[in-house]
Structures are given as structure tokens and as C-alpha cells.
């Protein structure tokens, strides 16, 4: 490419003829350098809590092709002091069904999978917990929530504003289980070759991998390498170290040749994490013009018995409307079930679900539009703590977003319009989230030939990053793009952060910056802007810059607008329409940025109408375990979708004024269905999914079409 690369222009993805042509190579395809490699196959638990007591590997092991059958008795030994979640293989506790207990090594995938289905495991059972209830009597306060939260916060006295408010609300909302189902499976091949582990993982940060393998097999950081050039999806599931890359880590030395292992569409459904099932009561008090007197959210998730992960659920509410009396709270109980983990905006997602149905309910009880509602109760400070903003745009999203949607034509009374068999509706909420700057490692370097290489750790699964950060690079440079090459997705590069939070444009963005801009500087200063003839590197560390950024609220504002149509027979709901408005600072690349804005409101229509971990506590396990019974939004159940943003200039956010936008897009779009839908029927569902049988029969009668 000769033309410039400027921030602000859409770009194609640099790798997407690599994807398109089936070129570009993910962990499980490596060739191993063409040394003969090995497959895995995971082996998982029967029961939901007990002890393994007899392993019969016999026909497993006598099956052709099979090398090597690791269980608890056999495998390698790996550091006590590491996380439980890593520390496979290694005792014969079950801690819940679908727990991997062994891993079957052989020639090829097939021969892996018949002596997986050879092994015979006798297990010691015991009575399991494993369903989630706001009366549990194992409930308990965490230390913190996720990722360093304050569990609870309380401002003003809510109880007394509460009982002193004009209009109260106080309902309960509901949110099963959620599966991360990326396109790519997890997976990782790996090789020990002269002392030092090799490892292709699909991971969303190989820094964190890498540190996890240096501490489980007792090597320093030299003696272990992590890439992962592309990653097919992750959506918060892969941002820690998984079991794969460990498990392939031990196979291999096991049987001394490289071992692919990715796990299968229906073990995802488990090991690698899962957003926990929620219980929110809301309580909301207002005056009689809607305006917010006290606010109230109180979460109720589940952990595993292995670690403690609490889902941050009612932190959006400490930061979203204004309220004199307010409180927080998140309870927690342990089960017999897999760790839940981060899923797309854990915390903001679900959480506002609730809220924002709640403000909704409010609305309609004081009588008060819902965008005027909203925007009623913005405020100029953080709620909680009382410092500025960097910027706060939400009045903004909301009044483009009813501009664009045509929402002043909105009758409000529910249940009433009709197009032929459709009752037709239209809902709306706010979104929110964390605009964060962690710091990061990059090195830029100028070559003789006048072409530049930029190296950072970052991790591209798929939002675009790779191509985000080469025009960050080409714009501090000052050169065109086709002089610029950018290595991204290897622990052997300066370290950065995981892909995570939508802080990856931000965080690893200013690191490239800064490297850029100091290696042209010095190029001007000390070699007359010619590099000189062995070339010219530089490496910086923005930890202390990022660190040092003065404290203010730094938070991606949005509204999203829907209308929904229900069948008056069968109930079924068709999304008709979706749109989203976001003040989300400087877009880098608003190609890749629309992408991932529209791939979050997609999900967030999965999530409101499609799906659901189903779990049988019989078992204590999940009765849906692939994508014909874990249903997922299709590109048939949204007709039109359109994401857009407001400008945003923000200096304070960070130097480059960047927010991340790969998550807001599904902070409160499923509240924005759930509303449509009650505008459509009248009928107010507070647990999700809103499917037809939960409508079928409470449909109002036919009415005249509108």
C-alpha cells in the first residue's frame, strides 16, 4: 500500500487476504517446523463432585496409533503455587462435570478420539450443589469483584430515600449462563526443542501465557516462547491462560514430538469459562418527573469451588445517573460447577440489563419518555466519588440516536400497534463503560532501506488491531503505510497487555506512539533524519506515563435504539431494526471500529432472545453443549443494523484520546430488546431469554391493525 495510513480513515485489516484465503494459521495448524506431531483429546469428568478411584488405560493404550495416556497417576508434575485452574492433571479430585481428567496422545486425531472413548474412569461420587438461588445458604460477601472492585458502596442513605421517594420500583431481573463460543476453538501445538518450550496457543495475551508456563514447569522466561499471530475470537474466554497450552505443554514432553490439541465445540462448554447466571434486584426512587432520588442494585452470581471469580454486576450503576442516595452490593456462593470467567463487558453487560429494563419501568410509572428520562438524571460529576469526567457524551448519544432513529414519533402506550400479524414496539437504553489506559512495551526501528518495523506484543483476535496500531505507527512516523511493518502476537516481543477490556487501542496505541515518535526524533536530532547504516532502534514503557494520568471518570458513552416485532400467534420476536450511537473519543479506524460496535449489538440480540446455558442439576451439568442447542443470533434475525458515533475529542482519556469501543456495544442493547418487547405486547419479562413460549400465551387480544 502507498497511500498513507492517517488515524481517522477506514482501512481493510492488513492480514484479511491471509484469512479469506485460508493462508493465515491458527495455533492447532502449525506444521511443527515438519517435525512428526502428535494430537490430543481431552478426556472429561462423569460426575459433578467426587474422586477418581480406578483407571483401566489398557484398551486405550492398545489402541493403534495411540502414544501415551495421561492422567493424574502418570502425567508431569507442575508447581504446586500456580493457579488451581492450570494444575491439571495432577490429583484425582472432580470438582464438577466436564472437569478434563486425561488426555489420550496418538498419531492422528482419529486414534486420539477412539482411545479417549476406550478409557474407563471409576469415580467416587458425592452429593454436589450446583443451581444458583438468592436464598442459597452458602452466600457470602467477596473481598472484591472483578477485577479489583469494591464489593459494595454506599452514598447518602438509601433506605431513607427510598421510603421518602414519590415513585418506587422494585422488581428482580434474571440471566442464565452464557457460553463464549469463538469461531476458533481453544487450541495451542507445542514443542520442547533444545531446552526450550515452544508454544503456538490461541490466546488473547501470550505475555500472561508464557509467565504461567515459566512458573508451572519451572523454567526461566528465555526458556519458553508464546505466539499467537491470529486468534479466531475470544470475547473474554481466552484472556487468561486455559488448559491447552498446558496440557500440549505436557503431552509433548511426554511423547517427545509436537502435540496439537484444540478442544471440541461441546468442551468448550465448561473448562475455558462461561459468564455466571445473575439475580439483580433493583430498586429505584424518584419524583414524580422521573428524577432519581435513590438507587439501589444489589447482583447475586456463583463461583466454583476451585477459585473465587466475582462478576463486577452493579459497578455500571455506581457510574451511570445521578442520585443523592445510593448502594451496591454483590453476593457470591460457591457450587460444583466450572469457574465462571469474563465474557464480553462482564459485569457492565448483565448489569445493565437490569438497570436499564428498571429505568424503562420507571419511565412508563412516571410517565416521562425514556430518552428524557435518561437525560434528566445525567450528571456532570462521577455519582460516587464526585470527580470529573474526562468527557461525558451520554445526553449526546441519546439525542443523535433518537434523531436518527425517528423516536419523536413514538407513541408510548404499549401493546397497541400492528402490521398484519406483528405487534410492533420500540425500546431503547443507555451504555457505558470503563475507558482504561494500561501501560505497554514497543519498539520501533528504522532500517537502511527507509522502512520501518514496529514491535509489540499485542494480540489482534480478530477486532482489527494489527491494522489499528500499523496506522497509529505510519501517522507518529510521518511516513506512508507501505513503509511500515508491524510484528504483533509472540512473547518474544516487548511485553503488553492482554486483549482485554477494550483497553488494546488505547494501551498498546500509546506505547507505539510514543516509540514512533521518539525513533523520529531521534533520527532528526542525531543522524540527520537518515538512518544510519546497521539501522536505528528504540524501545519505550508507558507504564509510568499511563500510571502518572491525572484521576478523573474515564468512561465510552452510548444508546442503542430498537424496534421489535412479535408474532401475535406464535410470539415469535424479529429484531427490525437495530441502531447504536457512541462517544467513544478518537476512532483510529472507524472500518474495523463499526465492526466490532455492530458485533457487540449482535451479540447483545443473542443474548436478550437466543441464549441460554441450560443447566440439569441432577447432573450439574449444561444440558446445550454445540450451536444446534445453544442458539446464537444468525445474520437472518437482524434485518437492518447501523452503529454511528458522536465526536469526541477527549485529551484527558489519554494523550492520543482514544477510548476502546469493542465492548460497549453489548452494554445495554439487550435491555434495549427487552424494552421493545414490552412496548410491542405490553407484557414485561425480566428474565432472559425472552423466547416465544414465554409470550404465546399472554399476548393481548387481536386488535385492529394500525
Same mark, same amino acid.
Given at each position: 500500500?502507498?497511500a ?5 480513515r477506514g482501512?481493510p485489516?492488513l492480514?484479511?487476504?491471509e484469512k479469506v484465503t485460508?493462508a493465515a494459521?491458527?495455533a492447532a495448524?502449525?506444521?511443527a517446523?515438519g517435525?512428526?506431531h502428535a494430537?490430543?483429546w ?6 459433578a463432585?467426587?474422586r ?16 501415551a495416556?495421561l492422567?493424574h497417576?502418570n502425567?508431569?508434575?507442575l ?12 490429583q484425582?479430585?472432580v470438582r464438577?462435570r466436564?472437569?478434563i481428567v486425561?488426555l489420550?496422545?496418538a498419531e492422528s486425531?482419529e486414534a ?9 474412569i471409576?469415580y ?10 438468592e436464598?442459597?445458604?452458602?452466600l457470602?460477601?467477596p473481598?472484591h469483584v472483578?477485577?479489583a472492585y469494591?464489593t459494595?458502596t454506599?452514598v ?7 421510603a421518602?421517594?414519590e415513585?418506587r ?10 457460553h463464549?463460543n ?9 514443542w ?5 518450550l515452544l508454544?503456538?496457543?490461541?490466546s ?5 501465557v ?21 486468534v479466531g475470537?475470544?470475547?473474554g474466554s ?5 488448559c491447552?497450552?498446558v ?6 514432553r511426554?511423547?517427545g514430538?509436537p502435540?496439537?490439541l484444540?478442544l471440541t465445540?461441546?468442551q468448550?462448554?465448561g473448562?475455558?469459562?462461561?459468564r ?8 429505584l ?8 432520588s435513590?438507587i439501589c442494585h444489589d447482583?447475586i452470581?456463583?463461583?466454583?469451588t ?7 454486576t452493579?459497578?455500571?450503576?455506581r ?7 445510593r ?8 457450587l460444583d460447577?466450572?469457574t465462571p ?7 457492565e453487560c448483565?448489569?445493565?440489563?437490569a438497570l436499564?429494563c428498571?429505568?424503562d419501568?420507571l419511565a412508563?410509572?412516571?410517565?416521562v419518555d425514556p430518552?428524557e428520562?435518561r437525560?434528566?438524571?445525567d450528571t456532570?460529576?462521577?455519582p460516587?466519588?464526585?470527580i470529573?469526567?474526562?468527557?461525558r457524551?451520554?445526553v ?8 436518527r432513529f ?5 407513541d408510548?402506550?404499549?401493546g397497541?400497534?400492528?402490521q398484519?400479524?406483528?405487534l410492533?414496539?420500540?425500546g431503547?437504553?443507555?451504555a457505558v463503560?470503563?475507558a ?5 512495551s514497543?519498539?520501533?526501528a528504522?532500517g537502511p532501506?527507509?522502512t520501518?518495523?514496529v ?5 489482534d ?15 507518529a512516523?510521518?511516513?506512508p503505510?507501505?513503509r511500515?511493518?508491524?510484528?504483533i502476537g ?6 503488553a !497487555?492482554? +486483549?482485554?477490556?477494550s483497553?488494546g487501542t488505547a494501551? =498498546?496505541?500509546?506505547?507505539v /506512539?510514543r516509540?514512533c515518535?521518539? @525513533?523520529?526524533?531521534q ?5 540527520g533524519?537518515?538512518?544510519p547504516p ?6 519505550v514503557d508507558?507504564a509510568?506515563?499511563?500510571g ?9 458513552f452510548?444508546?442503542h435504539?430498537?424496534?421489535a416485532?412479535v408474532?401475535i400467534d ?9 441502531l447504536?450511537?457512541?462517544a467513544t ?7 474495523t471500529?463499526r ?11 443473542s443474548?436478550a432472545?437466543?441464549e441460554?446455558?441450560l443447566l440439569?442439576?441432577?447432573f ?13 443470533? !444468525?445474520? +437472518?434475525?437482524?434485518?437492518q443494523?447501523?452503529?454511528? =458515533?458522536?465526536p469526541?475529542e /477527549?485529551d484527558?482519556?489519554?494523550? @492520543?484520546?482514544?477510548k476502546?469501543?469493542?465492548?460497549i456495544?453489548?452494554v445495554g442493547s ?5 424494552n421493545a ?8 419479562l425480566?428474565t432472559l ?5 414465554k409470550?404465546?400465551d399472554?399476548?393481548?387480544a387481536d386488535?385492529?391493525t394500525?
Amino acid at each position: 500500500m502507498s497511500a498513507p495510513a492517517p488515524v481517522g480513515r477506514g482501512r481493510p485489516r492488513l492480514e484479511g487476504r491471509e484469512k479469506v484465503t485460508g493462508a493465515a494459521r491458527y495455533a492447532a495448524e502449525y506444521p511443527a517446523d515438519g517435525l512428526a506431531h502428535a494430537y490430543g483429546w481431552a478426556v472429561q469428568a462423569g460426575v459433578a463432585k467426587g474422586r477418581i478411584v480406578r483407571i483401566d488405560s489398557g484398551a486405550a493404550e492398545a489402541e493403534p496409533g495411540v502414544l501415551a495416556v495421561l492422567t493424574h497417576e502418570n502425567a508431569p508434575r507442575l508447581d504446586p503455587a500456580e493457579s488451581p485452574e492450570l494444575l491439571l492433571l495432577q490429583q484425582p479430585l472432580v470438582r464438577y462435570r466436564g472437569e478434563i481428567v486425561a488426555l489420550v496422545v496418538a498419531e492422528s486425531l482419529e486414534a486420539a478420539r477412539e482411545g479417549a472413548g476406550l478409557l474407563r474412569i471409576d469415580y467416587d461420587s458425592e452429593p454436589h450443589s450446583s443451581v444458583l438461588t438468592e436464598r442459597h445458604p452458602s452466600l457470602y460477601k467477596p473481598d472484591h469483584v472483578n477485577p479489583a472492585y469494591p464489593t459494595d458502596t454506599s452514598v447518602g442513605d438509601f433506605d431513607a430515600g427510598y421510603a421518602a421517594a414519590e415513585v418506587r420500583l422494585d422488581q428482580t431481573y434474571r440471566t442464565p449462563a452464557y457460553h463464549n463460543n469463538p469461531m476458533e476453538p481453544h487450541a495451542a501445538t507445542a514443542w520442547w526443542a533444545e531446552g526450550r518450550l515452544l508454544v503456538h496457543d490461541s490466546s488473547q495475551g501470550t505475555t500472561d501465557v508464557r509467565a504461567a508456563l515459566c512458573r508451572l514447569f519451572a523454567l526461566p522466561p528465555e526458556a519458553v516462547r508464546v505466539t499467537a499471530e491470529h486468534v479466531g475470537g475470544g470475547f473474554g474466554s481466552k484472556g487468561s491462560p486455559r488448559c491447552t497450552p498446558v496440557l500440549a505443554a505436557m503431552a509433548a514432553r511426554q511423547v517427545g514430538r509436537p502435540v496439537r490439541l484444540a478442544l471440541t465445540r461441546q468442551q468448550l462448554f465448561g473448562p475455558i469459562g462461561y459468564r455466571t447466571p445473575i439475580i439483580q434486584r433493583v430498586r429505584l426512587g424518584a419524583d414524580a418527573d422521573g428524577r432519581l432520588s435513590a438507587i439501589c442494585h444489589d447482583a447475586i452470581s456463583q463461583t466454583s469451588t476451585r477459585i473465587e471469580f466475582a462478576e463486577q454486576t452493579a459497578v455500571l450503576t455506581r457510574s451511570l445517573y445521578s442520585a443523592p442516595h445510593r448502594r451496591t452490593t454483590h453476593r457470591l456462593v460457591r457450587l460444583d460447577v466450572p469457574t465462571p470467567s469474563w465474557m464480553r463487558a462482564p459485569g457492565e453487560c448483565p448489569g445493565s440489563f437490569a438497570l436499564e429494563c428498571a429505568m424503562d419501568e420507571l419511565a412508563v410509572a412516571c410517565g416521562v419518555d425514556p430518552v428524557e428520562l435518561r437525560i434528566r438524571n445525567d450528571t456532570e460529576v462521577e455519582p460516587e466519588e464526585g470527580i470529573p469526567f474526562s468527557s461525558r457524551n451520554l445526553v449526546a448519544c441519546l439525542r443523535d440516536g433518537a434523531r436518527r432513529f425517528g423516536w419523536a414519533e413514538r407513541d408510548p402506550a404499549p401493546g397497541i400497534r400492528r402490521q398484519g400479524r406483528w405487534l410492533v414496539g420500540t425500546g431503547m437504553a443507555s451504555a457505558v463503560y470503563p475507558a482504561r489506559t494500561p501501560g505497554a512495551s514497543a519498539e520501533a526501528a528504522a532500517g537502511p532501506d527507509g522502512t520501518y518495523q514496529v514491535r509489540i506484543n499485542a494480540t489482534d483476535i480478530g477486532t482489527g488491531a494489527r491494522t489499528a496500531l500499523w496506522q497509529i505507527a505510519a501517522e507518529a512516523l510521518e511516513v506512508p503505510g507501505d513503509r511500515v511493518g508491524i510484528s504483533i502476537g509472540d512473547s518474544d516481543l516487548p511485553p503488553a !497487555a492482554v +486483549a482485554g477490556g477494550s483497553t488494546g487501542t488505547a494501551g =498498546w496505541g500509546l506505547a507505539v /506512539d510514543r516509540a514512533c515518535r521518539s @525513533l523520529r526524533r531521534q533520527l532528526r536530532e542525531a543522524h540527520g533524519g537518515t538512518p544510519p547504516p546497521d539501522g536505528l532502534t528504540v524501545r519505550v514503557d508507558t507504564a509510568e506515563e499511563a500510571g502518572s494520568l491525572p484521576r478523573l471518570a474515564r468512561y465510552a458513552f452510548g444508546a442503542h435504539f430498537v424496534e421489535a416485532r412479535v408474532d401475535i400467534d406464535s410470539g415469535e420476536i424479529r429484531i427490525g431494526r437495530m441502531l447504536g450511537v457512541f462517544a467513544t473519543g478518537r476512532v483510529v479506524n472507524p472500518t474495523t471500529a463499526r465492526s466490532q460496535l455492530i458485533g457487540g449489538m449482535t451479540m447483545g440480540i443473542s443474548m436478550a432472545l437466543h441464549e441460554e446455558g441450560l443447566l440439569d442439576q441432577r447432573f450439574g451439568d449444561w444440558v446445550n453443549h454445540d450451536l444446534a442447542t445453544y442458539h446464537i443470533t !444468525a445474520c +437472518a434475525d437482524v434485518e437492518q443494523i447501523e452503529a454511528h =458515533w458522536v465526536p469526541e475529542e /477527549d485529551d484527558r482519556v489519554n494523550p @492520543l484520546g482514544v477510548k476502546g469501543l469493542g465492548e460497549i456495544g453489548i452494554v445495554g442493547s439487550a435491555a434495549a430488546v427487552a424494552n421493545a418487547v414490552h412496548h410491542a405486547t405490553g407484557l414485561r419479562l425480566r428474565t432472559l431469554p425472552i423466547q416465544l413460549d414465554k409470550l404465546v400465551d399472554r399476548l393481548p387480544a387481536d386488535r385492529a391493525t394500525s
